[in-house]
């Protein structure tokens, strides 16, 4: 068929029917966007936000390839492994681009023999999915990971990474949130107990993690019309599942008749109780929920897993579109590395991921509703002049301040209007103009006009640089 439509196409264009012109659909591909000025001004102040968090905890920096082997992708992400972006075949080794930052993590960790990191990674993942954009789900989108490998005592580095959710959803001022907290031992003990056998826990597990989208009905139809548990388990579960709370319902649970007597579910208690204790000093647990439905669908997680959501936000200006759900998630996953290793050997680990694109629609609606002026560039002073002929005079000053590291533009015309100078500083948000005229030349000073009060002040050529400085710091 290949050959056929290559004859064709070659026929076609030699009988010139299109005369040359070949139509261009322009469009991104499906489940991509582009970000302009306006968004990356957005995007930027949110990254630096989150990284700045990050920093503040004492992690470093990584990057790994786009894309893996794809036997290092296989088999670690459950029933999301049909998301997989697989490449053709290149060079003989069979690649997928990266679903997420975890696991190139720990194919880093296990290749190069680190046993101890922390470690931040902001990168892009890819995803096979057929997007939602507008509730930020795309096919191509950013994550931002923080992870904790090493052995340390127990729920110490778990609390940090939800003092550290904490800490990115308030700094960014996205309204109210609640971060759900459960345990995979917890959830794998209730599952015993509730006689779900071993061979369906992960499968029942990713029916658990729908019910924040879908009733408990829904949930429970599918266990057992579409995965095979009996309706007895199911039932079993439901009871469980619906309870969320604080450490009360931890109290509670350890001294459930059934769950008690699983050592699985009562080592996870047990760290869920001590993790609430560190929560407590650090004074977050207002915004921390216990909830036992939380069950994250990824095969890896060992430990205690968690969901930051965002709650409905009440508010004139926004529409229900806001409400856009889960906006982090992480947990521990302490047998991944050992996967990867040849010996076997296990690094504890534990961390979160930041879900920014989600994040990034809600800041970029509220923008919106405020119509708040966005800045797309960092300029400070606009160098200007008052009369013809003194392109050279602007060029030598714009020459002096961009070597002094002050951010500064001209328009590139050799006698612009000063009318037009002015009017451009308006325009694009330019705090200050600095203007050269004859007089001043002569002087040796140069006229500092600032644009919102429209004051002048004549400055001497070479105070200018800190007078700069300190009024562009004052702004």
């Not at 990584?62 to 997989?84: A, M, Q, R």
């Not at 897993?305 to 996953?333: C, D, K, M, P, T």
């Not at 301040?401 to 590139?412: P, Q, R, S, T, V």
Request: aromatic share 8%; charged share 30%; with cysteine.
């Amino acid at each position: 068929i290949a050959k056929e439509v290559a004859k064709l196409l070659e026929m076609k264009a030699q009988l010139g029917e299109d005369e040359g012109k070949h139509k261009f659909v322009l469009k991104t591909p499906k489940g991509t966007r582009d970000y302009g000025p306006k968004q990356m001004a957005i995007r930027e102040k949110a990254f630096n936000t989150i990284i700045s968090c990050f920093k503040r905890h004492g992690a470093e920096v990584i990057d790994t390839p786009v894309f893996e082997l794809k036997e290092t992708l296989t088999g670690k992400y459950g029933e999301d492994s049909k998301l997989i972006y697989d490449l053709k075949d290149q060079g003989g080794e069979l690649l997928s681009l990266r679903y997420d930052l975890t696991v190139p993590f720990a194919r880093y960790l296990a290749m190069n023999k680190v046993t101890n990191m922390k470690r931040y990674h902001v990168a892009k993942v890819y995803r096979r999915d057929n997007p939602a954009m507008t509730r930020g789900r795309y096919r191509e989108f950013y994550q931002c990971d923080f992870d904790i490998a090493g052995q340390f005592d127990p729920m110490i580095p778990d609390a940090e990474c939800l003092k550290i959710v904490h800490e990115i959803l308030s700094d960014l001022q996205l309204g109210d949130f609640v971060i759900k907290v459960n345990d995979r031992r917890i959830l794998d003990g209730m599952f015993a107990v509730c006689g779900v056998p071993d061979s369906k826990f992960r499968t029942i597990c990713s029916s658990v993690d729908k019910l924040d989208k879908v009733p408990w009905e829904e949930v429970r139809s599918e266990m057992v019309g579409e995965k095979g548990l009996s309706p007895e388990a199911a039932d079993r579960i439901g009871e469980y599942v619906q309870l969320h709370g604080g450490l009360d319902l931890i109290e509670r649970l350890l001294q459930d008749p059934k769950l008690s007597q699983n050592k699985l579910a009562k080592e996870g208690l047990g760290d869920m109780k001590l993790l609430f204790e560190y929560l407590t000093l650090f004074g977050i647990t207002g915004k921390i929920s216990f909830d036992l439905s939380l069950a994250r669908g990824l095969d890896y997680y060992t430990g205690v897993i968690f969901e930051a959501v965002l709650l409905h936000q009440e508010n004139e200006h926004v529409e229900e579109a806001v409400s856009v759900g889960s906006v982090a998630g992480g947990g521990r996953y302490d047998g991944l590395v050992g996967m990867f290793d040849p010996k076997g050997r296990k690094v504890p680990c534990v961390g979160v991921s930041i879900g920014i694109e989600r994040i990034f629609s809600i800041l970029e609606q509220k923008l919106e509703a405020s119509e708040e002026k966005i800045r797309t560039t960092e300029t400070q002073v606009l160098v200007a002049s008052a009369q013809k002929k003194l392109l050279e005079e602007r060029l030598k000053l714009i020459s002096e301040l961009w070597d002094a590291g002050i951010k500064a533009e001209m328009l590139y015309k050799k006698n612009p209007k000063l009318l037009n100078q002015l009017q451009y500083c308006e325009d694009t948000g330019i705090p200050l103009v600095a203007i050269v005229g004859e007089q001043e030349l002569k002087d040796g000073v140069v006229k500092l006009r600032i644009v919102a009060t429209r004051e002048e002040v004549n400055v001497r050529r070479e105070s200018l640089v800190e007078e700069i400085r300190i009024r562009t710091s004052q702004c």
